[in-house]
Structures are given as C-alpha cells and as structure tokens.
Nanobody
C-alpha cells in the first residue's frame, strides 16, 4: 500500500529553523509532482510549496517565499521542506502530498493531489 510519511516537525522558537521530510513507501513517487500543505486550527488546508517531478520547478505560497525551500531526492523517494525564519503564524500541521501528474496545472488546489501523508505538527513559539 502506497504511503507518504512525514517527519521532522516539532517545537521551535520564532526565527528558528526546521527541516521536514516526506518519505514514500509501497510505490515510487519519483514521477509525480509533490507538494506541502498546512492546516492551522480553525483554518482550511493551504498550499505551502510544490516541486515538479524532476525538481527543476518549484512553487511557493507568498507567505513563505524567501523563507521555505522545497526539494526532492528521487533516488531516496523523499521530499524535503526547509523552513527558516519561522514565525508563530507558521504553526500548523504540515502535510506532504503526491500530485496526480509530473507537473500540475494548479499547484494550490488539493484536488491536484491524490496521496496524502498523516501530517507532522510544527509549533513556533513567540
């Protein structure tokens, strides 16, 4: 059974950094676009970052541009999200998702993704 498993979340102070990982198991997602979403309490799930199958194209929400970096290692079937200069408003559960295609038309739409991880909690204290 195909699975995506996130890790690397935790508690960090404002201005700190975390690196999230998303490892695939059960099948390879190296030919799929990949994305990171997040959901804060009482809010809808929102797009954070996306990367095309090759890693050549990346996309970011305006709120994280310049602070977060998405990357992937297809040899390890793993996607990463490096998060720097963290703010309290970054507090959320972060989800990894596999896109339906190698390159997506609408990166921010959850409907473009068909596999989701269970999420990892990121808490930024002020």
């Amino acid at each position: 059974q195909a699975q995506l498993v996130e890790s690397g979340g935790g508690l960090v102070q404002t201005g700190g950094s975390l690196r999230l990982s998303c490892a695939a198991s059960g099948r390879s997602f190296s030919s799929n676009a990949m994305g990171w979403f997040r959901q804060a309490p009482g809010k809808e799930r929102e797009f954070v970052a996306g990367v095309s199958w090759s890693g050549s194209n990346t996309y970011y929400a305006d709120s994280v541009k310049g602070r977060f970096t998405i990357s992937r290692d297809n040899a390890k079937d793993t996607v990463y999200l490096q998060m720097n200069s963290l703010k309290p408003e970054d507090t959320a559960i972060y989800y990894c998702a596999a896109g339906r295609r190698p390159f997506l038309r609408d990166w921010v739409s959850p409907y473009e993704y068909d596999y989701w991880g269970q999420g990892t909690q990121v808490t930024v204290s002020s």
